[in-house]
C-alpha cells in the first residue's frame, strides 16, 4: 500500500496538508445518516437540509477544536458548519455556501466564536447572503473570562459557552422558533456563561509538526486560549483541588448569579486529558461551586471543545432559566451529542 | 485551600493514591440519576439496583480505561462496575457486593476481560455468589488478535469487543431474555468480534508518576495490549493509511467472516488521540473494509476502552446478523453511550 508521506510526528494522518479534509471525509462516512459533507465548498451539512420553514444554524472556525463545529451538525443543533485549515478561520465563501444550503426560508443563524478572523470573514458572508434575500442574524460567543483582548480576538475570547448556545439555539430552531426568537435565545446563553481554561501541555499542528508553545516541565498555564493564546498567568503544577478553584473563582466572580442560582456545570477536557482526570476535576468542581452557593443541576463532562491532544481542562458555567433547562434536555442527535433520539 | 499533596506528573489530581476513588465519585456526582458510588464496597451501581426479574450484568477490571467499565452503568447496559486500582484487577470482595447489589432474582452474568487476575478474581466471586444461592454465567472476553499469551494473560486478550459485548447483552437483558440467552448472546458476541491496537505513545499511571514503557521517538508498537503490553513489533511510524491496512488486515484475516458480511466498525481511541485522527483513520479503515469484502453498516468512533492518555487507537469488528443489530440500536443510558433514551 503506497502512501505520499511519511509524518515525522505521530499522528495518525496521511499527507500533513490532506488532514482536515481527510478527517470530515471520514466524520461523513460513519455518519452519513446525520450529515454530508461537501468537499468542493468545504463544509459539512445536515443531511436533510434544507429543512422548510425552520431557522438554520451555521458556525464555524478554525479546525483542530473537534467534535467543534463538525461534530454538532444534525437534529437539534447545528445545520452546517464551516471548518477552517487547523486554527484557521474559514473564508467567506464557505460561509456563504453554507447559508445558502441550509436556509429553509425561515432565516439563518451565524454562531460566531470572538476570534478576529471568523467575525470578519462571518460578517463579508451575512453580507453576501442579505445580498442574495437570505435574512441572517450573528450572534457573538465571548464567554472566556481569563483575558480582556488576546492574540487574535478584541474582547473576550468565545469558548466552552459555544457547545451550550449551538445545543439550545438548535433546541430552539428545531422547535420551530422564529429567527427573532433563535437569535436572543443564543445571546441569553452567551450573556449568562463564563469560561476558563487551564493548560497542562501544548500540542502539535500537523501542517507545523512542532508544539505551538513551550510550557515548561512543572509549569501550567492558567487562563489558556484554545488556540494556546497566553492566558492569565504560569504557575506550578498543583492539585486538582486548586487548580479547580482557580477555575470556580474565575468564573464564579465573573458570572455574579444570586445565590442559589441553577446552573449547567460543563467540564471540558481539551483533547488530551483522559476520564478518570475529568471526573476527578467534575467532583472538585461540583463541591466547590456549591460552596460558593450555587446548584449545578444539569452537566456536560467530556471533551467537547478541544485543542487537538492538549492536555488541559476548561469549566464552563451557565446560569440557568426554566427555559433554557428544557431546551438544554430537548431530544439532539448529532455524532458527538446525542439524547432522546 | 489547602490540599495533602502536589503531584510530581501534570494531571489532575489530588493524592495519586485517592485518583480512582476520587474519580468514581465524580462520576456518581455528575450522574446520580444513573448510578451510584459505593465508596465502601468500591463499585459502582445502577441507581435503581436491583431491578426485580432482570438479568443483570457485572463487569470489572483494572482502572485507567475509562469510560470502562464505570461509564457504562445505566439503563440497557451494565448493572455494576467493579473498578480496581489503574491497571490492577479489583478483588473479589467487589465482585461479590456487586453481584449481590444488582441481583434481581434472574441471576447475573460477568463479563471478564481475559487477564490472570480478572480471571482468577471472579471465579472465586462466582463460587462465593453461588453459595448464597445466586445463579452466576460468566462470559470470557478475548478478541484482541495480536498475539497468543502475553503479560498478563493466558491465550488472548480482551480489548475492545468487551463495549460492544456490554452494550448488545446488555440491551438483551433490558428485553427481558433470560440468563441463558443473555450469557448466550455475550459470547456469540465475542465469537464475531476481533481487534488489534497501535499505540504512538505510552501513558503514565497516576500512582506511578512516570511512563509505563518507552517507546522511542518516531516508533510505534503494532498489537499493544491496554495495559502496554508488548504487541508484535515496533515499526517507525508510518501513515495513517499504512496503520489503517495492519490493523484491517490482521483483524479480517483472523475474522475470516464471508464475503459481504455485514460489520460493526469500532475505531476506538486510546485517551490522547484527538477526534480529528480518529475521524481520518476511520476514513481509511472504512474504504480499506469495504475493499475487503465487508460490508460497515453501523459504526462507533471515539475513545471508550483507553490507557489513560496514551496516543493511539484500536479496531474492532464485529461480524453482525440481525439480532445483534437490533440488539445494538436498542435505547441505552449510561454516562459515556446513550441513544434512544
Known sequence: MATATTPAMKKFLNDPADAVRESLAGLAAAHHDLLRYDADAQIVVRADAPVAGKVALVSGGGSGHEPLHGGF???????????????????????????????????????????????????????????????????????????????????????????????????????????????????????????????????????????????????????????????????????????????????????????GAQVLTFVNGMGGTPQLELYLLYGEIDRQLREAGLEPVRNLVGSYITSLEMAGASLTVLELDDELASLWDAPVHTPALRWGA
Do not use: W
Not at 480582556?148 to 457547545?163: C, E, F, H, K, N
Not at 428545531?174 to 450573556?191: H, I, K, M, P, Y
Open 73 to 259: 451538525v444534525g437534529r437539534g443543533m447545528l445545520d452546517a458548519a464551516c471548518p477552517g485549515e487547523v486554527f484557521t478561520s474559514p473564508v467567506p465563501d464557505q460561509m456563504l455556501a453554507a447559508t445558502k444550503a441550509v436556509d429553509g426560508g425561515a432565516g439563518v443563524v451565524h454562531i460566531v466564536k470572538n476570534y478576529t478572523g471568523d467575525v470578519m470573514n462571518f460578517k463579508l458572508a451575512a453580507e453576501d447572503a442579505a445580498d442574495e434575500g437570505i435574512t441572517v442574524e450573528s450572534v457573538l460567543v465571548d464567554d472566556d473570562v481569563a483575558v480582556q483582548d488576546s492574540l487574535y480576538t478584541a474582547g473576550r475570547r468565545g469558548v466552552g459557552a459555544t457547545v451550550l448556545l449551538e445545543k439550545i439555539a438548535g433546541a430552539a430552531a428545531e422547535s420551530g422558533d422564529d429567527v427573532q426568537r433563535v437569535t436572543a435565545l443564543a445571546r441569553r446563553v452567551n450573556a449568562r456563561a463564563r469560561s476558563f481554561g487551564v493548560a497542562l501541555s501544548s500540542c502539535t499542528p500537523p501542517a507545523a509538526g512542532k508544539p505551538m508553545f513551550d510550557l515548561p516541565e512543572g509549569e501550567v498555564e492558567l487562563g489558556i486560549g484554545i488556540h494556546g493564546e497566553p492566558g492569565r498567568r504560569r504557575e506550578r503544577m498543583s492539585s486538582a483541588r486548586e487548580l479547580a478553584g482557580v477555575m470556580v473563582e474565575a468564573v464564579v466572580s465573573d458570572l455574579q448569579a444570586p445565590p
